[in-house]
């Protein structure tokens, strides 16, 4: 059954994130996806994340689907103009790629191209739309296509620190799925109760809300996310766990399959986040039970 038939069926979907190579080396990426085959539903492949230049969504999103893998691939406005945009999208379409994730586009200050000039020739919202134009058979400019794609679209809410920057987060989230997004991906879920707090004021988004699982490959990330990113929330109590494990490496795929476990009945999903850990993708979703 395909991504977008589970969503319409309210079933449990389990997506990982694997990135393109910084180079046209694809072995480990296409090994990482035929090992996956047949225990999650999709692969997310973000384009040139944090800036960094890499292999583009669209070639790596052909592969997995060449794997037998079903492709979700993130569309941003930061690098192209509508014109690319809407051609990359169609060739997606031809290509296989049925689904999309308009995600935020993460500033240039830190890319490893920092001369690069940001296009945003479109706003997150206005890319919605223009997605959802497209399946309708029309371009931004209002010309007919010769045959029109039919595509799912998500959005992605930001790490929030308050309540106040979640009602931001949510709102600016809803406009994204007035305009046509299907589903949305949350940041990483370390604390379980306020992830569960931050699904009754979700619930009323009215389409399926997937967390990100992040796998803590080490004491020293888990230390630096919670000093560097307060959005995060991860707990003292969860550092010391990590802190006292005779396995650092083990706990974290513990921590991580248990919190899918957890968030199985509360949400319609789980992304998983490795960061170059794919291939311990099969243990972390093993601890799940999935």
Same mark, same amino acid.
């Given at each position: ?56 969504? %669209? ?25 690319? %945009? ?22 240039? #200050? ?7 000039? =940001? ?13 959802? #134009? ?15 794609? #039919? ?7 930001? #790490? ?9 987060? %949510? ?15 949350? =940041? ?93 993708? =099969? ?8």
């Amino acid at each position: 059954m395909s991504f977008q038939k589970r969503l319409l069926a309210h079933e449990f979907v389990v997506l990982a994130e694997m990135h393109t190579p910084k180079g046209v080396n694809i072995s480990r990426l296409v090994t990482d996806a035929r090992r996956m085959k047949g225990r999650i539903d999709a692969i997310v492949v973000p384009d040139m994340d944090n800036g960094i230049m890499r292999m583009s969504a %669209l070639a790596g999103g052909v592969l997995m689907q060449q794997q037998g893998v079903e492709a979700i691939i993130h569309v941003y406005c930061r690098d192209r103009n509508r014109m690319a %945009l809407q051609g990359d999208i169609l060739a997606a379409h031809v290509l296989g790629i049925q689904n999309l994730i308009v995600v935020h586009s993460e500033d240039m #200050s830190q890319s490893d191209h920092i001369e690069a000039k =940001p296009v945003y020739d479109l706003t997150e919202v206005g890319l919605v739309e223009v997605i959802q #134009s497209l399946n309708k058979g029309k371009d931004m400019g209002g010309f007919d296509l010769d045959g029109a794609p #039919s595509l799912t679209t998500g959005c992605t809410i930001a #790490s929030y620190e308050d309540d106040r920057a979640l009602d931001v987060e %949510l709102d600016a989230a809803r406009k994204k799925i007035a305009a046509g997004c299907s589903f949305v991906i949350t =940041p990483p879920v370390f604390d379980l109760d306020r992830f569960i707090t931050f699904m009754e004021k979700a619930k009323g988004l009215g389409v399926p809300v997937i967390p990100t699982i992040f796998l803590i490959k080490s004491l020293a990330i888990a230390q630096y996310i919670a000093n560097s990113e307060p959005g995060a929330h991860i707990s003292d109590e969860l550092i010391r766990r990590i802190r006292k494990s005779p396995n650092r490496d083990t706990e974290g795929i513990r921590i991580a399959g248990e919190t899918i476990a957890a968030v199985k009945n509360i949400a319609q999903g789980v992304m998983i986040q490795t960061l170059g850990w794919e291939h311990r993708l =099969p243990s972390i979703l093993d601890v799940a039970g999935l």
